[in-house]
């Protein structure tokens, strides 16, 4: 199928490389797609996990038996099931098996606190979940505060190669309570065990528009919803990067670090590396030394990562001395990543024989994640790239539907295949998300501020309700942040505004140091001298505090909320 957008007027749709401003998508499911692949490849390695390779034909044997499993526990078409798991082999059982039925994963992060895992199981309403053993204990807590129909316990020991798995039972999984088996928490030995016993039908042909998986994210408003997505979504998303890529994708390696739960690492370093026949080498806990090892144990050809990733690679010495020529692609989302950060990591790639650079991309969990991308043969300077293809970009008046000039910022607006459903139960965001306008498309305003040039090149400023807005004047902390961070005693930054009886808010800096950089009142004047040649007056941070770090979320952004 192909979608029809020639009523939207882009004239350099076309201008960028071999990347064709419209593809083909098929009408299957993601179980389907990815089930069609396994058909094809079979030996080759669908999933690499602590080194143990999985083919293509395992793979689908774990999801079948998966689909089979979850249908004779009782779960039907249509019903959401809680999928909280780090990046481990259940996880994409979990999440192509349910589909597979006509189910729906929904996807949260096993960090979560109790109160959190409560919120979300209502707000999907779902009565079946699946963890990990060394989060039951978190799960008992959870069910003081909300009923689970059913537990399913997994245990990473089943999925590791010997002699690790003898390893991690006996040193760490001997440690979490044991089971209790009182008929709603069950093993995930025996629900495979209740699947191999059903003899019934299970398989549902579902409709690839309708609801596949759920995520969650704060929104245009930072209240936390459950985002409906679709196949076609994910489908669609894996289509477009892989053409947005300029490489053969087919037999790649992909270092799938971010979380499954995450649109960034379930969209891209799964799906779509599955979806085109690769190989997602899971990391299901990072730190930078482990994931240094990966790298050049492994030779992966693509990586992708949340600036903090970046950051954190460049700073230390576990990649000293390191071949990178394996790298096909590096690409950065999630969050903004500064001028200076990509200088820094597009010398750290050349100065490793990396013949690529940083490819900075934009996306919001609405769309699952990225729909913007730098090309592969041109950058501007603070640019998130162009549109993918049969993705729409139009800047707008903020609250409104009114398209504003080239040039001039405004709200990001998109349209394309792979635009959320919606929000579950939040009718009035979903109005306010979702628009249809005068050229009979739904657009998704996504509430973060931008501008697009005459080639059709996007600039992300910020999220509109970041904004400080300061004796009337706005300021966007993100280009200070680019300011403060160009110099050269700055590792990272953070701006926010803060509360101001007679401005209203005022502007408060954060900064982290780099390594064995001294914090003294010289350094500081020097900082804020620099800022003065960069930054408007009215726009001048009143103080600059030093932190030894930021705090982030779950997922490696700067949780800028928590500072004050």
């Known amino acids: 199928m192909r979608f029809d957008y020639s009523n939207i007027a882009m004239p350099w749709r076309d201008s960028y490389g071999e990347v064709p401003a419209s593809l083909e998508y098929g009408e299957n499911t993601m179980s389907e797609a990815v089930l069609a692949m396994a058909e094809q490849e079979k030996d080759y390695p669908a999933l690499s996990f602590m080194g143990r390779k999985i083919s293509y034909a395992k793979m689908a044997e774990a999801i079948d038996l998966t689909a089979r499993s979850f249908y004779a526990l009782g779960v039907r078409p249509g019903q959401r099931v809680l999928v909280c798991l780090p990046n481990v082999p259940q996880a994409i059982y979990c999440l192509y098996g349910l589909n597979r039925i006509g189910a ?314 792979s635009m959320m459903l919606g929000y579950i139960n939040h009718e009035e965001e979903n109005r306010d998300t979702l628009r249809k306008h005068d050229d009979g498309h739904v657009w998704l305003h996504t509430g973060d501020l931008g501008m697009m040039d005459e080639e059709g090149f996007i600039y992300f400023r910020q999220r509109i309700k970041r904004m400080i807005v300061t004796s009337g004047y706005n300021v966007y902390p993100s280009q200070i942040e680019n300011i403060l961070e160009g110099h050269p005693a700055v590792q990272r930054s953070c701006v926010i505004g803060v509360p101001d009886p007679y401005k209203m808010q005022k502007v408060k800096a954060f900064v982290v140091l780099k390594k064995d950089v001294e914090n003294t009142p010289e350094l500081l004047e020097d900082i804020m001298e620099h800022c003065r040649k960069h930054v408007a007056k009215y726009a001048l941070p009143y103080v600059i505090e030093v932190r030894d770090s930021l705090p982030t979320t779950l997922v490696g952004k700067v949780a800028y909320t928590q500072l004050s």
């Not at 978190?138 to 089943?158: H, Y």
């Not at 998303?237 to 799938?256: E, P």
């Not at 950065?332 to 650079?357: M, P, Q, V």
């Open 104 to 417: 729906v994963a929904s996807m949260v992060h096993p960090l979560s606190a109790v109160g959190e895992i409560a919120f979300y199981l209502d707000e999907a309403q779902c009565d079946v979940a699946v963890t990990l053993d060394q989060f039951y204990a978190k799960f008992l807590d959870v069910r003081k505060q909300r009923p689970i129909g059913k537990l399913i316990i997994a245990r990473v020991s089943e999925e590791l190669p010997f002699p690790l798995n003898i390893g991690q039972k006996l040193l760490t999984e001997r440690k979490f309570p044991k089971l209790v088996k009182d008929g709603s928490t069950i093993s995930w030995k025996d629900l495979l065990e209740l699947g191999r016993k059903y003899t019934g039908e299970y398989v549902f042909k579902k409709n690839f528009k309708e609801e596949a998986v759920v995520l969650f994210s704060g929104g245009t408003t930072g209240v936390t919803k459950g985002i409906m997505l679709s196949d076609l979504n994910f489908n669609a998303l894996a289509i477009q990067t892989a053409a947005m890529s300029n490489k053969d994708v087919h037999h790649c390696r992909m270092l799938a670090a971010m979380p499954v739960f995450h649109g960034f690492g379930l969209g891209v370093c799964i799906h779509t590396v599955l979806h085109c026949g690769g190989t997602s080498i899971l990391v299901p806990r990072f730190n930078v030394k482990s994931y240094a090892e990966l790298i050049k144990k492994t030779r992966p050809n693509f990586i992708a990562g949340v600036p903090t990733l970046f950051e954190a690679i460049t700073r230390n010495e576990y990649l000293d001395g390191a071949d990178l020529s394996c790298l096909m692609g590096v690409f950065s989302g999630g969050d903004s990543l500064t001028i200076e950060l990509k200088k820094k990591f597009d010398k750290f790639l050349a100065d490793h024989n990396a013949s690529i650079r940083v490819r900075e991309g934009y996306g919001t969990t609405e769309c699952v994640t990225a729909c913007c991308l730098t090309p592969y043969n041109k950058e501007k300077e603070g640019s998130i790239g162009i549109p993918f293809p049969d993705t729409f970009f139009k800047i707008c008046k903020p609250g409104t539907c009114e398209e504003v000039p080239y040039g001039e910022e405004g709200e990001i607006c998109l349209t394309g295949p």
